[in-house]
């Protein structure tokens, strides 16, 4: 699976967007672009993701560089309940066999501010 | 709420001994992940069962095991439990073996003395 990178850590203010970049210079093509988060020992929680191009959905965005090489995630209006930690992930698509677990970094510690 | 459900959530138990952690992946979910969080290393995968068959193996150790039953929940069995075990304990299940999003358990908390 291709590495990400991804800042340890940002603060953003409540009701403000928050923009968490994500670095996946080594992409393969068949690999898509995940987005997990963790509020404090919870079990992690699927947000959205994407393969080439911009996606939305009712909890975030998602923007793909056209290199495919970085993306984005957005939060457009951020809430002190998005305080968490949120994991860039690439991974292959699914084509019926093989194993398609989830490999975690770090990620990013998202601090929402009053 | 995930519809995965994990028990117990707590369990305190000594070094040496052997416990099971117990896990109800969503209905219809034919996939269940095992993880370990802990504070060193972070979320690992540890295995994968498909449909009642082992799929994949990441770091698991030897004294640690899995099955899934017939009507699909999932048992891990931690066994010569060691102080490095204490770590936090996820399941996850997804609707097929590669399916795009896996849901999450509230997780197992295991804490070896």
């Known amino acids: 699976d291709a590495k990400t990178t991804q800042p340890t850590s940002m603060d953003c203010a409540e009701g403000r967007a928050a923009n968490l970049p994500c670095n996946h210079s080594?992409?393969?093509?068949?690999?898509?672009v995940y987005w997990y988060r963790q509020i404090h020992s919870q079990g992690p929680q699927y947000i959205i993701h994407?393969?080439?191009n911009n996606e939305t959905n009712e909890m975030a965005s998602l923007i793909i560089t056209e290199d495919r090489k970085s993306s984005t995630l957005i939060l457009p209006h951020a809430t002190l309940r998005d305080t968490a930690v949120y994991y860039c992930?690439?991974?292959?698509?699914?084509?019926?066999?093989?194993?398609?677990?989830?490999?975690f970094g770090k990620g990013t510690k998202l601090s929402v501010i009053p | 709420d995930s519809g995965v459900t994990q028990t117990p959530k707590h369990l305190i138990t000594a070094t040496g001994q052997r416990v099971t952690l117990r896990c109800s992946p969503r209905?219809?979910?034919?996939?269940v992940y095992w993880y370990q969080q802990s504070l060193d290393q972070g979320l690992q995968f540890l295995i994968q069962?498909?449909?009642?068959?082992?799929?994949a193996k990441g770091n698991i150790l030897e004294r640690f095991s899995a099955q899934q039953f017939p009507d699909l929940h999932s048992e891990l069995n931690l066994s010569s439990l060691e102080l490095g075990d204490s770590a936090l304990y996820f399941c996850?299940?997804?609707?097929?073996?590669?399916?795009?999003?896996?849901?999450f358990g509230p997780g197992t908390r295991l804490t070896v003395t």
């Open positions: 069962y498909y449909n009642g068959e082992e799929r």
């Open positions: 994407g393969l080439k």
């Open positions: 080594t992409i393969s093509g068949n690999e898509y």
């Open positions: 996850a299940s997804s609707v097929a073996g590669g399916g795009v999003e896996q849901y």
């Open positions: 209905s219809g979910d034919l996939s």
């Open positions: 992930i690439v991974r292959p698509t699914y084509s019926g066999a093989g194993s398609y677990q989830l490999t």
